[in-house]
């Protein structure tokens, strides 16, 4: 009996969370950004900059790994990186059809 590459690759469900916790932190620092520049409120961005750039470098991290098992080409790889750089791509990254 084979496995699949899913289960057979734990980074690839830890990618899919990765992805969604690095998608609201994303989303919680652009709210604690304007946050602090209107109402004068830093708290959340001294918070969730640091918890959001953690998040970031272990999506960073994961994707480079899950390449490396599912063999992705350069456009793929580039394609979620750059989905970690808009609001919701981390979303988009949880639901592909090729990390299935």
């Known amino acids: 009996m084979t496995q699949s590459k899913t289960t057979a ?4 469900p830890a990618l899919r969370v ?13 709210v604690a950004t304007v946050v ?10 001294k918070i969730m900059g640091p918890v959001h750039g953690v998040l970031f470098l272990a999506y960073v991290a994961l994707v480079v ?3 490396r098992k599912l063999a992705w080409d350069v456009r793929t790889t580039l394609i979620v990186l750059a989905d970690s750089i808009i609001p919701f791509g981390g ?3 949880a639901r592909r059809a090729d990390l299935r």
């Open 36 to 45: 602090k520049y209107t109402a004068d409120a830093p708290l959340g961005v």
């Open 91 to 93: 979303f988009l990254v």
């Open 18 to 30: 990765v992805a969604v916790l690095e998608a609201i932190s994303w989303l919680i620092l652009i």
């Open 9 to 12: 690759t734990p980074a690839i």
């Open 65 to 67: 790994e899950v390449r």
